[in-house]
């Protein structure tokens, strides 16, 4: 018998919470700086590099991708945090698995809106970056170091993401 399709969910703060920081502009600001021209929302996301890791700040360009979408596959980062920042107004999917002795779980799916990143935080099992439209342009902020950051699931039955 098939899984049961899982259904994106909206990206909000308390859901993502197990998994990460959602990354927003939303609500007041924290502060008013630059004489007060620009609200500061301070301190929204809980990275973590690691020992012997630095922060790097990259661009990555994935394929959009379509529902219903194959999850065939997640991946971890043990030795530090991932943030994704689109650089665009377009949603993105992210999908996460809590860890269950050292193996992701039932995976669970998020859909953002426009202006939400979101910061994974260190060891967390997630899907690989599941733009829905083009161009899949984002700034991520992760470890940068020599030792591995990464571990791969691959699932013995995959999953589908469907609307």
Do not use: K, Y
């Amino acid at each position: 018998m098939p899984r049961p399709p899982i259904r994106p969910e909206p990206l909000t703060a308390a859901g993502f919470a197990p998994f990460g920081d959602l990354i927003a502009a939303e609500g007041p600001p924290d502060r008013l700086i630059n004489q007060g021209l620009c609200g500061r929302w301070h301190d929204r996301a809980r990275l973590d590099f690691g020992p012997g890791g630095r922060a790097g700040l990259s661009i990555f360009r994935a394929e959009p991708r379509r529902l219903p979408h194959r999850l065939e596959m997640v991946e971890r980062h043990p030795e530090g945090s991932q943030a994704f920042l689109p650089m665009t107004d377009h949603p993105f999917l992210v999908i996460v698995a809590p860890d269950e002795a050292g193996r992701p779980g039932t995976p669970r799916a998020f859909r953002t809106a426009p202006g939400q990143g979101i910061n994974l935080h260190r060891g967390t099992w997630h899907g690989v970056l599941t733009p829905l439209a083009e161009p899949g342009l984002f700034a991520v902020l992760d470890r940068i170091g020599d030792s591995p950051n990464l571990e791969e699931h691959w699932f013995e039955e995959p999953w589908t993401i469907e609307d």
